[in-house]
């Protein structure tokens, strides 16, 4: 089997290739020409992989790729995906995170029509809730431009789907971390602050809305529902989840609880990090997921802290010597 990769740099795709290779799938991951390489979450996998270079931006890349890579399984991971970001640049991300799922399928439809397409959707597509929890048929009411950008992504593989009878999912996936997460993102930001503290490199920690809420799972977990979902007969959409959520402060009491600290000591709230548009109660109903595809998560929420927290002491210890 072939699978194509696209946004195998990041921490999803890392985690997927991992799990395709184990099971003895040719890789070949997707990666733009930049000035700058940044494969350090796939270096210990990278002579095993394919590199090859295509843009979710450049059409005919994408054609060429499909042309020489001739996959059974393509998952769709690129994105700019990082929410305060798509406020900065919402042409750039509309761009990458909405018309450049149009840009793959159609190369598929093209070039490879009887392969299997797996799109990351997101939680932030439910952004201002209708209901709680949420499930694959709860309406979408999106909140930033990248989760604008995400729902027209989302759409766009139904209808590709049901236009072209193509085998194309969606997966609706909810906040999963590791210790391969972007430092950016609040949870990453919060154990590199952790560890920095912890070891006398920093002396505190300047954070947004502490009180907000998510569904936190790992995301060595969740690739392998996107895995599953394209084993299916039929194609078709699933929300992955752990079905319950944690605020902020719950994750920072576990991280710094972790290394004998009281958060309350560092943590600074700094209005420069709080949103224009905050989402609400983001739960995710992982039944379907869970009943149909036989996806069951095993790392629960406090083992993600704490496998964080771990991962980032060893790295700063490394760094400082």
């Given at each position: 089997?072939?699978?194509v990769?696209t946004?195998?740099?990041g921490?999803?795709?890392?985690y997927?290739?991992?799990l395709?290779l184990?099971?003895g799938y040719?890789v070949?991951?997707m990666?733009?020409r930049?000035?700058?390489?940044?494969?350090e979450?796939?270096?210990?996998?990278q002579?095993?992989?394919?590199?090859?270079?295509?843009d979710?931006?450049?059409?005919?890349?994408?054609?060429?790729?499909?042309?020489?890579?001739g996959?059974?399984?393509?998952?769709n991971?690129?994105?700019q995906?990082?929410?305060?970001?798509?406020?900065?640049?919402p042409?750039?991300t509309?761009e990458f995170?909405a018309?450049?799922?149009t840009?793959?399928?159609?190369?598929m439809r093209?070039?490879?029509p009887?392969?299997?397409?797996?799109?990351a959707?997101?939680s932030?597509?439910?952004?201002k809730v209708?209901e709680v929890?949420?499930?694959?048929?709860?309406p979408?009411?999106?909140?930033?431009p990248y989760a604008?950008?995400?729902?027209?992504?989302?759409?766009?593989?139904v209808?590709?789907?049901?236009?072209?009878d193509?085998?194309?999912v969606?997966?609706?996936?909810?906040?999963?971390?590791?210790?391969?997460r972007?430092?950016?993102?609040?949870?990453?930001?919060?154990?590199?602050?952790?560890?920095?503290i912890?070891?006398?490199a920093?002396?505190?920690?300047?954070?947004?809305?502490?009180?907000?809420?998510r569904d936190w799972?790992?995301?060595g977990?969740?690739?392998?529902?996107?895995?599953l979902?394209l084993?299916?007969p039929?194609p078709?959409?699933?929300?992955?989840a752990?079905g319950?959520?944690?605020?902020?402060?719950?994750?920072l009491?576990?991280a710094?609880?972790?290394?004998?600290?009281?958060?309350?000591d560092?943590?600074?709230?700094?209005?420069?990090?709080?949103?224009?548009?905050?989402v609400?109660?983001?739960?995710?109903?992982?039944t379907?997921a869970?009943?149909?595809?036989?996806?069951?998560?095993?790392?629960?929420?406090e083992?993600?802290?704490?496998m964080?927290v771990e991962a980032?002491?060893d790295?700063?210890?490394?760094?400082?010597g």
């Amino acid at each position: 089997m072939k699978a194509v990769i696209t946004g195998i740099t990041g921490q999803d795709g890392s985690y997927l290739a991992e799990l395709l290779l184990e099971k003895g799938y040719e890789v070949f991951g997707m990666v733009r020409r930049a000035s700058t390489e940044t494969f350090e979450r796939i270096d210990h996998l990278q002579d095993r992989l394919k590199l090859i270079q295509a843009d979710v931006l450049d059409q005919l890349s994408l054609i060429k790729m499909l042309e020489e890579t001739g996959p059974d399984e393509i998952y769709n991971l690129a994105a700019q995906s990082f929410v305060p970001t798509s406020w900065k640049q919402p042409v750039l991300t509309g761009e990458f995170t909405a018309l450049g799922v149009t840009r793959l399928m159609d190369a598929m439809r093209i070039v490879c029509p009887k392969a299997k397409f797996y799109q990351a959707s997101s939680s932030e597509m439910y952004g201002k809730v209708r209901e709680v929890p949420q499930t694959e048929l709860t309406p979408f009411y999106p909140r930033s431009p990248y989760a604008v950008a995400k729902v027209y992504g989302h759409y766009i593989t139904v209808n590709y789907r049901e236009s072209y009878d193509l085998f194309a999912v969606s997966g609706i996936l909810f906040n999963h971390e590791s210790p391969r997460r972007g430092k950016e993102f609040v949870t990453r930001k919060i154990t590199d602050g952790v560890a920095r503290i912890k070891l006398g490199a920093a002396k505190e920690l300047r954070l947004g809305n502490i009180d907000s809420r998510r569904d936190w799972g790992f995301a060595g977990d969740y690739v392998r529902a996107m895995y599953l979902m394209l084993q299916q007969p039929e194609p078709d959409d699933y929300v992955v989840a752990m079905g319950h959520d944690h605020s902020v402060k719950e994750f920072l009491e576990i991280a710094f609880g972790h290394v004998g600290l009281q958060w309350q000591d560092y943590v600074v709230q700094d209005p420069e990090f709080m949103r224009p548009a905050e989402v609400d109660h983001l739960i995710g109903d992982p039944t379907k997921a869970k009943e149909k595809l036989g996806w069951q998560p095993e790392v629960d929420f406090e083992g993600l802290v704490r496998m964080m927290v771990e991962a980032d002491l060893d790295r700063v210890r490394q760094e400082i010597g």
